[in-house]
């Protein structure tokens, strides 16, 4: 597993600062006096070493604190300044010399090149004992760096903890956001975005932080204080082998090793779901899913979506949108899988011919879809197509159950993308209240706005009291006696009263229908040739599915 991050602006959480050392009993003692680089204490002390050798440069690895009492720093102006600057290339923390025999005040070529350097130098009064310092330093160092563990294992539980309660990588990365208050996103090995969790400056989509910071620069070095951590493959033969990558981005605040040791934590555990679960797919679906659940219910603006969408590899261009949701409810098998799924109806809408964005919702039970039209007036066409690769998708993947109804594919006003987004809305909640209804390939969400009103009211007792006025006595008739006679008042409505095209339906004689539909105004006291009784038994008929 590899991370990477820049350690020049790495300046929170990796150990103590050189401030905090200066206030450490050891080093308060020698009455410290910062003579360069006072803006610079924020730096990050890794390791203390001293020493008195002109060449010590060349023994430290950067982010080390320098004690020495100055013998090594040479006696001639050159000499010294060529000192500091080789420490300060050296990238060390700070530099603090004690006065004493060989300095009674640091030189001022010492410290005029420490603060062109921007090197942090202080000058102690007072003689330190500097084995006391450095263990003293040294467990401040040790103590920190186990409390970040200590944080980074609280991350590391609570991941775990999600992923046995049922959730998966959303849930993982959305710890890792909230703990480091920036967005995470996870790519796959060739910089494909697959999901991406939290929020940019405030509260912009990750979408677009990705799209500013990382999507068209994906082969160049990530911005400065990025942490981009490698999450393992697996199976024979891919030792070494990267399967994705967790980013981490700083634009909300500075990110610290801890939270780089989380996302260390964090990519093992995404490692082992992703190669358990293949679930590259159903991931970068479920992300397209959020997209297109947060355009319909406007928690992206219409003017920002084509940049998002384009970051999820959606094109249409100017071209009108059409939006379309297949519900699919509870009718998923067991042994199904929303990846199986999404794999097989985008493979199904390939054959389509237009711009397509499909993204899932498991939580929902929904498949969510958006189009690019070459023009309105072929609506119709591409909707039955789009229809038939959706349940030819479902069929595909082996996931109805026997008996189970078939999905319901709704579609919604074709138009732009602010258009979309209040047609994605309209067809998601038009496909919950068409569940039920005569089975038809697609469903126009613009000719379903009655049942989509009913639906709305299904828990308002009124609806209930209006369905058993209007049609209680039948609904009484058909639990006691043969023949049912709501089959027959609701297809004498759908054919609007032809009574001929109703007992041809119902494979009946004429004088037969009369009868029942005589029955059925005498049990409702109504007249069935009344427009208002018609319109009050068309709106009961569909509301009783809504109701107890």
């Not at 980074?152 to 309660?165: D, K, N, S, Y």
């Not at 349940?391 to 319901?408: I, L, N, Q, T």
């Amino acid at each position: 597993m590899d991370s990477r991050t820049d350690h020049r602006l790495d300046t929170q959480g990796a150990g103590i600062t050189v401030q905090r050392a200066l206030e450490l009993p050891g080093l308060r003692s020698g009455l410290p006096e910062i003579l360069a680089g006072a803006d610079r204490l924020g730096r990050t002390v890794r390791w203390v070493h001293a020493g008195e050798v002109p060449n010590i440069a060349s023994l430290l690895k950067g982010g080390e604190l320098l004690l020495t009492t100055g013998y090594g720093v040479g006696t001639r102006p050159a000499e010294q300044r060529a000192f500091v600057r080789t420490l300060a290339e050296r990238g060390i923390a700070a530099l603090v010399v004690e006065l004493g025999p060989r300095f009674t005040r640091l030189p001022a070529a010492l410290v005029d090149t420490a603060r062109a350097a921007g090197l942090p130098l202080v000058q102690l009064h007072r003689e330190v004992p500097f084995v006391a310092v450095t263990e003293e330093i040294h467990t401040e160092i040790v103590n920190h760096h186990y409390a970040l563990l200590q944080r980074a294992e609280e991350v590391h539980r609570r991941c775990t903890q999600a992923l046995l309660g049922g959730g998966g990588i959303p849930q993982v990365l959305g710890i890792l956001a909230d703990f480091g208050g920036n967005p995470v996103f996870l790519e796959t090995a060739d910089g494909r975005l697959l999901y991406a969790a939290g929020s940019g400056p405030e509260g912009a989509d990750p979408l677009q932080v990705w799209e500013g910071l990382r999507g068209p620069h994906k082969d160049a070095p990530p911005p400065a204080g990025s942490v981009l951590v490698d999450v393992p493959g697996g199976g024979p033969g891919t030792t070494g082998s990267v399967r994705a990558r967790l980013v981490l981005l700083p634009v909300r605040a500075p990110l610290a090793p801890v939270h780089r040791i989380a996302a260390e934590r964090a990519a093992g555990i995404l490692a082992v779901v992703l190669m358990q679960a293949r679930q590259e797919e159903e991931l970068a679906a479920r992300g397209r899913g959020d997209f297109l659940t947060d355009l319909a219910e406007g928690r992206i603006a219409a003017e920002d979506a084509p940049a998002q969408a384009r970051v999820l590899g959606f094109k249409p261009g100017g071209s009108p949108l059409l939006p379309v949701v297949m519900r699919v409810g509870d009718i998923l098998s067991p042994d199904g899988g929303w990846a199986v799924l999404a794999r097989a109806v985008s493979e199904e809408l390939a054959a389509v011919g237009v711009p397509v964005l499909l993204g899932v919702r498991p939580v929902e039970g929904r498949v969510l879809v958006l189009l690019g039209l070459r023009s309105e007036p072929e609506r119709a066409a591409v909707a039955d197509r789009v229809a038939a690769a959706l349940r030819a998708g479902v069929e595909r993947a082996g996931m109805r159950r026997p008996g189970s109804p078939p999905p319901v594919v709704v579609v919604g006003v074709a138009g732009g993308w602010a258009a979309a987004s209040a047609g994605l809305r309209h067809a998601a909640e038009t496909a919950t209240a068409a569940q039920g209804l005569t089975d038809r390939p697609w469903y126009d969400a613009r000719r379903l706005d009655i049942d989509l009103l009913l639906w709305r009211l299904r828990d308002h007792p009124d609806l209930a009291a209006f369905v058993d006025r209007a049609i209680g006595p039948l609904r009484d008739h058909d639990h006691r006696s043969r023949p049912p006679l709501l089959p027959t008042l609701e297809t004498y409505l759908a054919h609007a009263g032809r009574k001929a095209e109703t007992a041809r339906e119902l494979h009946l004689n004429r004088q037969t229908l009369y009868n029942r539909l005589a029955r059925i105004g005498e049990l409702l006291g109504t007249d069935l040739d009344d427009p208002q009784t018609v319109l009050a038994l068309s709106l009961a008929l569909r509301a009783r599915r809504h109701v107890p």
